[in-house]
C-alpha cells in the first residue's frame, strides 16, 4: 500500500449499490463488461442474485489512510455451486460424507459468467509495487474472512493468470480447466479467415451458413438503442427455452435483461434470427476491450446450424468488423473446434480451511492439472488451420 499502509481498511458490503459506480469502476476498468458496477448491480436489482437465490452479496472493499478506495472485489456467501462452471459439487460430496459442511462457502466470481478477467479489481493509478500489495492484502483479508465467517472456503474463479500465479505463491490450491476461444489473426474479412482453414473445414463452414439461411431465416445484429424491449421479451423466451431444457432452471429473471440494456446498451451485441416476420432464435453477446464474450444463445424450433451462424460464425464476422482480438464462446463445446475455436486454459484459486481436506484436494488438482494438460494438448493437434510446410 502507499503512505497510509497500516491505515488501511477493508470493508463488506452487503450491496453493490453502497458503492458508488464510479469509485467501482475507476478500480474495474473499461475492458471487461461484467465487473463492471453496471453488470454486477443489474444482477443485484433484478433479484437476480440476492441471499434468496443463494447469492448473497459480500463485496470487499479496500479503503487506503485517506479513505480512498483503492480496490474492490466481488464476493458472495452461497450456499449451493450453482451459476459457477467451475464444478466443486464431488467436493462437496466427500467432504459432507466426512462429516463436514461445506456450504456457505465464499466465491469471488462474477456469478454464471464463466469469462476470465480480474477479480481482484484494483485501482490502476496503483503503481506496480503498490498493486502486488495490495493483491497480498486483498487475499490475506479473503483468508481472515473465511476463518472469520466460519465457512468452509473460499474459491475465486475465471480469474486471470496473473491472479492465479500470486494465489499459488501465497498456498491458494490452483486450479485449470479449458476453453475454446477465436484468435482474430488480423484477418479482413470471414473470407480472410476462412483461407486460414483446411480446405474441408473451410467447405463444411460454407455449407453450415448456406444452410442455416436456406429455409428463410434472416439474421441481424443489434446494439444500442436498435435493441428494444420486444426484443428482450423474444431473447427472454429463447434464454429460457434453452436453460430448462439443459439446466432445468433459469438463473436469470427477466428483468435483469431490461436493466443491461439499461445500463449496458452500447456493450451489447444482439444476434437476432426472423422467419416468416416471427422471432425465433438469438445469441447474446457482450463486447469488451477487445474480446467478444458469446454468453446466452436460444431458439424456439430446430433450424439446422441456425446455432452455430448465431452464436460463432456472427461473432467472428463482428470480431473482424470491430477490430477485436478475440472471441471467447462461453464454456464447454469441442463441437467449436473444427470452427476455428482453439482450446484454452482458464484458472481457478481455492482455499479450504480443513487441512486435511485440503491436502486431499491438492492431490486431487494435481492430477487433475495433468489431465487438463494432456487434454489441451491432444485437442490442439485436431486444429481446423492448415499448418506451414
Known amino acids: 500500500m502507499p503512505d497510509g499502509q497500516d491505515a488501511a481498511i477493508i470493508k463488506i458490503l452487503d450491496e453493490i449499490g453502497e458503492i458508488p459506480a464510479a469509485d467501482w469502476d475507476r478500480c474495474a476498468g473499461d475492458k471487461d463488461p461484467f465487473v463492471s458496477h453496471a453488470f454486477l448491480s443489474a444482477l443485484e436489482d433484478s433479484g437476480s442474485v440476492t441471499a434468496e437465490t443463494g447469492w448473497r452479496p459480500r463485496h470487499m472493499v479496500l479503503e487506503d489512510g485517506q479513505g480512498e478506495i483503492a480496490a474492490v472485489v466481488p464476493l458472495y456467501l452461497k450456499n449451493h455451486s450453482y451459476g459457477e462452471y467451475i464444478f466443486d459439487w464431488n467436493w462437496a460430496d466427500a467432504y459432507q460424507r466426512a462429516g463436514g459442511n461445506y456450504y456457505p462457502k ?21 503503481s506496480p509495487e503498490t498493486r502486488s ?27 486471470d493468470k496473473q491472479e492465479w500465479d500470486v494465489c499459488g505463491e501465497l498456498g491458494l490450491l490452483q486450479r485449470i480447466d479449458r476453453q475454446f476461444h477465436w484468435l482474430n489473426d488480423d484477418y479482413e474479412s470471414f473470407d480472410d479467415f476462412l483461407a486460414s482453414l483446411t480446405s474441408r473445414k473451410r467447405k463444411g463452414i460454407r455449407k453450415e451458413r448456406k444452410t442455416a439461411l436456406a429455409s428463410g431465416v434472416t439474421i441481424s445484429r443489434l446494439s444500442g438503442p436498435e435493441i428494444e424491449e420486444r426484443h428482450w421479451d423474444a431473447f427472454y423466451r ?3 427455452d434453452t ?25 451489447i451485441m444482439l444476434v437476432m434470427a426472423e422467419h416468416d416476420g416471427n422471432l425465433v432464435g ?16 436460444g431458439c ?33 463445446g469441442q463441437h467449436k473446434l473444427q470452427r476455428g475455436y482453439l482450446p484454452h486454459t ?11 481436506f485440503r491436502q486431499a484436494v491438492a492431490r486431487y488438482l494435481q492430477q487433475e492439472r495433468e489431465a487438463i494438460g494432456d487434454e489441451i494438448d491432444a485437442l490442439t493437434a485436431y486444429s481446423p488451420f492448415k499448418t506451414e510446410t
Open 238 to 240: 429463447f434464454y429460457c
Open 282 to 297: 438469438g445469441a447474446l453477446n457482450m463486447i469488451g476491450g477487445d474480446t467478444l464474450f458469446g454468453r446466452y444463445w
Open 346 to 356: 482458464t484458472y481457478s484459486a481455492h482455499w479450504i480451511a480443513d487441512p486435511g
Open 106 to 126: 465464499l466465491q469471488v466470481a462474477v456469478p454464471f459468467t464463466p469469462v476470465t478477467g480480474r477479480r481482484l479489481l484494483i485501482d490502476p493509478a496503483q
Open 243 to 267: 436453460s430448462e431444457r439443459k439446466w432445468g432452471q433459469t438463473y436469470l429473471n427477466r428483468r435483469f435483461f431490461s436493466l443491461l440494456g439499461e445500463r449496458l446498451a452500447d456493450r
Open 133 to 159: 500489495d495490495i493483491q497480498r492484502t486483498l487475499i490475506s483479508g479473503l483468508l481472515q474472512l473465511t476463518e472469520k465467517s466460519g465457512v468452509s472456503s473460499f474459491h475465486m474463479t475465471f480469474v
Open 300 to 332: 424456439l424450433d430446430h433450424y439446422r446450424f441456425l446455432h452455430f451462424e448465431a452464436c460463432y460464425y456472427q461473432a467472428i464476422e463482428f470480431a473482424i468488423e470491430a477490430g477485436l482480438g478475440k472471441v471467447e464462446a462461453g464454456a464447454q
